[in-house]
């Protein structure tokens, strides 16, 4: 039987074997300092394994910090110099060997930035005279929360100086072995809080104005992809409104989803190949009335109005689900996340329920 979820999708000249990718999710698990802080460990190299192993077809490794500051935790990913390529080598190898696509989710934090790990105080701010703390750097001086440390505001230089590092984090994720790259434009960090309007109040060629606010996302988009093959994709996250505007509880200004859509239709001119789309985390408050498949409109409205292929986030759980969000043309692709922590062998348990096939280690033939 022939499905949609089970169908390869081809981006550029790269083919992923089937619509099933897994979302890039932290882990906050690297040496924070030292000559291998930053460097994917045994934990990441199971973490993904696993899911390679389960039949996913794509798999975008978390967000991976291009310089030190551009880390959420000092435990985060980077891939800011060649220890991190070499030791990202690993997992690229094996998960190309399983019939899966590597990609890697390239990533500054911004004002999010200097805070422990989820689980250890809810993620306290580190205050940048503490062990392995540093001070934030964002488009305005508005710290995250209250109890974050307020930002630097970003200098034109320095704005500058950030694009070259998303170009260079590029090009060693190349060499890594990464088949796609992924913009990290959501959830709060350094380029969402560019283009919204709530944590961008600069008022130079950087802010004011949609288009001064989306520019720094447009040179990143240019130097990653000067710095890309062209055979091969560039993807960006979103996130499609900030749920300040379109919710009638709140009334702050915010990103919107018809901003977004306006967005696609620029990065798409921009040599963008897909939009992944999710939503929320400019604010630690902003409320989301979040049930199965609550950010599907979102990335259908991308697809629809700006012609930008998209996969779509946000509760899918279930395979037929999926399937028919893929067969009713509301997305491309599906990227899961929590699912796939409960269930690393969704893919394959969703093959079988659909009467599809998905890769097989030779190991396993016999199972």
């Not at 689980?119 to 940048?128: Q, V």
């Not at 630690?284 to 998209?310: H, L």
């Not at 899918?316 to 796939?340: F, H, Y």
Request: hydrophobic share 45%.
């Amino acid at each position: 039987m022939s499905t949609t979820l089970f169908t390869p999708y081809t981006l550029r000249t790269l083919t992923v074997p089937n619509r099933v990718w897994m979302a890039a999710m932290c882990q906050y698990s690297a040496a924070p300092d030292g000559d291998a802080a930053g460097a994917p460990t045994d934990w990441h190299f199971a973490h993904v394994a696993a899911r390679a192993t389960g039949g996913t077809g794509m798999i975008i490794m978390e967000a991976t910090a291009v310089s030190p500051e551009g880390r959420i935790t000092p435990y985060d990913l980077g891939i800011w110099n060649d220890t991190q390529v070499a030791a990202f080598r690993r997992i690229t190898s094996f998960l190309t060997a399983q019939d899966t696509v590597p990609a890697l989710q390239l990533a500054h934090a911004g004002r999010k930035a200097s805070t422990e790990r989820t689980w250890i105080d809810r993620g306290r701010a580190l205050a940048p005279d503490e062990a392995h703390g540093w001070t934030p750097l964002a488009p305005s001086a508005l710290p995250f929360a209250p109890t974050r440390t307020r930002p630097d505001e970003l200098t034109e230089e320095q704005i500058r100086g950030i694009v070259r590092q998303f170009a260079d984090a590029a090009r060693r994720a190349l060499d890594a072995g990464f088949r796609a790259v992924e913009i990290h434009g959501a959830h709060g960090y350094l380029i969402h809080q560019f283009l919204s309007p709530h944590s961008n109040h600069r008022t130079d060629a950087y802010g004011g104005s949609f288009e001064g606010r989306i520019r720094f996302a447009l040179e990143v988009v240019d130097a990653v992809r000067s710095a890309w093959p062209e055979d091969l994709p560039v993807l960006f996250r979103v996130s499609a409104t900030d749920w300040l505007t379109e919710n009638p509880q709140d009334g702050r200004t915010g990103w919107t989803s018809q901003d977004t859509v306006r967005l696609a239709k620029e990065l798409l001119a921009h040599g963008v190949d897909l939009m992944d789309v999710s939503t929320g985390g400019l604010v630690p408050d902003a409320t989301i009335d979040a049930g199965p498949g609550y950010q599907v409109p979102f990335a259908e409205a991308v697809r629809s109005g700006a012609g930008m292929p998209v996969a779509a986030v946000g509760l899918i759980t279930d395979p037929v689900q999926a399937q028919d969000i893929l067969a009713a043309g509301r997305a491309d692709a599906v990227l899961l996340g929590r699912e796939l922590l409960r269930d690393p062998y969704w893919a394959r348990r969703a093959a079988a329920e659909l009467g599809a096939r998905v890769s097989t280690p030779v190991q396993y033939h016999l199972a």
